[in-house]
């Protein structure tokens, strides 16, 4: 499956953006997708992970609350709403598709990977 992410940009502190991952390919829906990020620097972390059905959600700790996470399957689209957003939220942000039809955190379980929108959280 082919993924291209957008809907990155700068916003205040306190902020809200909408990431946009739209796909390509195999059968979107039939599998779960996921988004991580690496600010400058670090690795490439966890972010949050869904279903292909959307009934089950995973989100790293320091998203819980302010992120949500959601997929339109009809349109091959996966969504990444966050709020009240940090400067330690500032990052690029990448979605994946994971191999398994389940919710995982760790990397080896996403073999598709788009090619990052930038997020920048400053005032």
């Known amino acids: 499956v082919q993924l291209q992410a957008f809907g990155g940009g700068l916003v205040a502190p306190g902020g809200s953006l909408r990431l946009s991952c739209a796909a390509s390919g195999r059968t979107f829906s039939r599998y779960g997708m996921g988004w991580f990020r690496q600010a400058p620097g670090k690795g490439r972390e966890f972010v949050a992970a869904?279903?292909?059905?959307?009934?089950?959600?995973d989100f790293t700790d320091s998203a819980k609350g302010r992120f949500t996470i959601s997929r339109d399957n009809a349109n091959k689209t996966m969504y990444l709403q966050m709020t009240s957003l940090k400067p330690e939220d500032t990052a690029v942000y990448y979605c994946?598709?994971?191999?398994?039809?389940?919710?995982?955190?760790?990397?080896?379980?996403?073999?598709?990977w788009g090619q990052g929108t930038e997020v920048t959280v400053s005032s």
């Open positions: 869904t279903t292909w059905s959307g009934d089950t959600t």
């Open positions: 994946a598709a994971l191999k398994v039809p389940a919710v995982r955190v760790g990397r080896q379980w996403y073999d598709s």
